[in-house]
């Protein structure tokens, strides 16, 4: 799929001079970023954003390499043989109107033209593809995701790009978290999850994959893309349509069948996938990987500066399988109030360099696996400096830190401090928690 993601050239069939069309949108956004040769493709048009219109794909003068189509659905099939012509190897087909409003044979149509002409489908009825490491922005997507190492695929371009201006938006719970790859499938009548599995699973730019999946059409073409991938690196499944109601809604959406969701758990698990039952489990778990990997080992330390926090994270620890031996320290390097069993407490009057004195003296890299760190705002806390503190061992500590800065306001900046250091953040010790399960599991650690 090398040409898909690192086209030398891209056409626009159906760009628009309309600012409310998805022609226009696409066109825009390719212009923004993309390096290579940009082509509109529109009969009624000699030039759109300063760029020279062309009537057909036969009448570009350059090779071309994906096509982004946007035009009406009863019209596609021949543009795509069109642009088997032309030499296009690859169409995004962002037009819907196909199986997932009722029109099944015209998108079996679509994919006979695809394969009489040579050219491979990423659609219809999507959002379009995006490579945020290249600057390719193939989609209508108000923004380009920031860079990074998390790819995702999803069947869903509205939920693709609620998560885009999520981690686009500097929320302090998304910095540092950047995307290589962005696929939208709509109805992926040709290509389709064990397609982007097979390419990512040795893509360099992706070290964490997240799928959004209603339905798959080959379970065992699945089941060993999804094997493959996963024995490489970490693969998160969000499966919609887990109930009832949720599969009805499924069948309308991209007509795909939606299955049983314990099913799909069953397989996905099986074949080394982390089953996720929510979004922002989904990237909080895709976050702890990409910043700092799975733990070491199911012996995990909690420092906190509240009872009642570390309270709840020792008993999602307990409850997820992970152990919390008591550390082999001096007791008498914190007050004599302070409780030096797992969890260490440091007392709510701790300031930064309390927590340092609790990390050198308590968090042994051959002991723990993993380290959470608590903080809750109280009179005397310190949560910026705090967290270079925490910043600060966590290069060195060889597991992953996890920092629980609990509340909002008063630690804004102390979670600010700690994502842009390369510290997964989470506003409660159930999130960390689950989200460190997750990479155990995949790990095989638990």
Not at 36 to 61: F, K, M, Q, T
Not at 187 to 193: E, K, P, R, V, Y
């Amino acid at each position: 799929m090398e040409r898909l993601f690192e086209p030398r050239a891209v056409a626009v069939v159906g760009a628009s001079r309309d600012p409310r069309k998805v022609g226009h949108s696409v066109l825009r956004n390719l212009l923004a970023g993309f390096e290579g040769e940009v082509y509109p493709v529109n009969p009624h048009a000699d030039e759109i954003l300063g760029v020279r219109c062309y009537p057909s794909l036969s009448e570009v003068p350059g090779p071309v390499d994906l096509a982004v189509i946007v035009v009406p659905a009863p019209i596609v099939p021949e543009i795509v043989r069109e642009a088997g012509e032309a030499g296009v190897k690859y169409c995004v087909v962002i037009s819907a109107g196909f199986s997932e409003a009722g029109n099944e044979e015209l998108e079996r149509e679509l994919v006979r033209a695809a394969r009489e002409a040579g050219v491979r489908i990423v659609g219809p009825n999507c959002l379009g593809i995006i490579n945020a490491r290249s600057g390719l922005n193939a989609s209508f997507a108000a923004e380009m995701p920031p860079a990074g190492s998390i790819a995702f695929v999803s069947q869903s371009g509205a939920l693709a790009t609620s998560v885009i201006d999520w981690f686009s938006s500097g929320d302090v719970g998304a910095i540092g978290v950047g995307f290589s790859k962005f696929v939208s499938l709509g109805n992926a009548a040709d290509l389709d999850f064990p397609d982007f599995l097979e390419y990512l699973a040795g893509d360099e730019e992706t070290d964490v994959v997240v799928l959004y999946l209603e339905g798959v059409k080959d379970g065992d073409a699945f089941a060993e893309a999804l094997s493959a991938c996963a024995g490489r690196k970490p693969v998160i499944v969000l499966k919609g349509g887990r109930t009832e109601a949720g599969a009805e809604a499924v069948s309308t959406h991209t007509g795909s069948l939606a299955g049983s969701g314990e099913v799909y758990r069953g397989v996905i698990e099986q074949c080394g996938g982390i089953f996720v039952e929510g979004f922002e489990e989904a990237f909080d778990t895709a976050k702890l990987l990409a910043k700092a990997g799975p733990p070491r080992s199911d012996r995990v330390l909690v420092v906190t500066n509240a009872g009642g926090g570390g309270i709840l994270a020792a008993d999602a620890l307990h409850e997820s399988g992970f152990r919390l031996p008591e550390p082999d320290g001096d007791p008498s390097v914190l007050p004599e109030e302070a409780a030096t069993g797992n969890p260490v407490d440091v007392l709510g009057d701790a300031d930064a360099e309390r927590y340092r004195v609790a990390l050198e003296e308590f968090a042994d890299p051959d002991r723990y696996g993993a380290v959470i760190v608590i903080l809750t705002p109280q009179s005397v806390t310190e949560p910026a400096r705090t967290a270079r503190v925490v910043a600060e061992f966590a290069e060195e500590f060889p597991g992953p830190v996890l920092g629980v800065w609990m509340g909002r306001h008063s630690v804004a900046v102390g979670v600010r401090t700690l994502e842009e250091a390369g510290v997964p953040t989470f506003p409660s010790p159930e999130r960390a928690v689950r989200a460190l399960r997750n990479a155990a599991l995949w790990a095989k650690i638990i």
